[in-house]
């Protein structure tokens, strides 16, 4: 049974007209999510706010996809899956700047090779806990294209700044902002639906850029 929580692509109402302003937002979890299914809590961050992540950005007006992956996703191919249903919005006539895929963790590196697969420089991407030298060195040819944001919590170990990630991009990323986050959750941050995190990634997805 697909585990598909918010709305198939295939059965997308889509008109393909060039007036449809719906935004859309891609939401690509952490790797616990594939672990436990949220049958279970992190020993250290507690509960995973999945479906109240999911719903604070349904509030704010995004048509959401996202699922819970299986175990050990390999993540190449999952961006490959991903980059095939954001063709398909495409081809209906979405307009590239109305799309945003978000990440964390895990989810972020996904992310991050979307980007790079999709060669797109309108659309937006939200790169949440994920950046770190050693990931960077390991993949010099997966590039970023379009409007990057990246956030990261100060007290968390495995996600860092995405600095050189942009650097590499060059003029491929067209608007790029980073957010340093103070909460002392460390990893656990991107866990929950904080606003600190939520809300810059709405503005983000609504083209604030500034």
Same mark, same amino acid.
């Given at each position: 049974?697909? $585990? ?6 295939? #059965?997308?109402?889509?008109? %393909? ?21 949220? /049958? ?25 996809? #996202?699922?819970? $992956? ?12 991903? /980059?095939?249903?954001?063709? =398909? ?7 590239? #700047? ?6 964390? =963790? ?8 979307? #980007? ?7 659309? =937006? ?20 294209? %379009?409007?990057?944001? =990246?956030?990261?919590? $100060? ?8 600095a050189s990630f942009r650097k590499h991009a060059g003029d491929n ?10 909460? %002392? ?24 850029? /500034?």
């Amino acid at each position: 049974m697909k $585990r598909l929580l918010i709305i198939l692509l295939l #059965s997308l109402p889509l008109t %393909g007209s060039a007036k449809d302003e719906t935004r859309y937002l891609f939401y690509l979890h952490n790797k616990f999510v594939e672990l436990v299914q949220l /049958k279970e809590d992190h020993p250290e961050y507690g509960k995973m706010e999945y479906y109240e992540i999911i719903d604070a950005f349904k509030k704010q007006g995004f048509t959401v996809f #996202s699922e819970m $992956r299986p175990k050990d996703t390999d993540g190449d191919l999952y961006a490959q899956k991903i /980059k095939g249903q954001i063709d =398909s919005l495409l081809k209906k006539g979405v307009k590239p #700047s109305n799309i945003t895929v978000l990440g964390t =963790s895990k989810g972020g590196y996904i992310a991050w090779k979307i #980007s790079a697969l999709m060669k797109n420089r309108q659309m =937006s991407f939200v790169l949440i806990g994920i950046c770190s030298e050693s990931l960077f060195k390991q993949y010099p040819d997966a590039v970023l294209y %379009g409007n990057v944001l =990246s956030i990261y919590e $100060r007290s968390d170990e495995l996600g860092k700044t995405c600095a050189s990630f942009r650097k590499h991009a060059g003029d491929n990323v067209v608007h790029y902002k980073e957010i340093e986050l103070n909460t %002392g959750k460390k990893h656990g941050f991107l866990y929950k639906a904080l606003p600190e995190w939520i809300e810059p990634t709405v503005k983000w997805g609504k083209g604030e850029y /500034k």
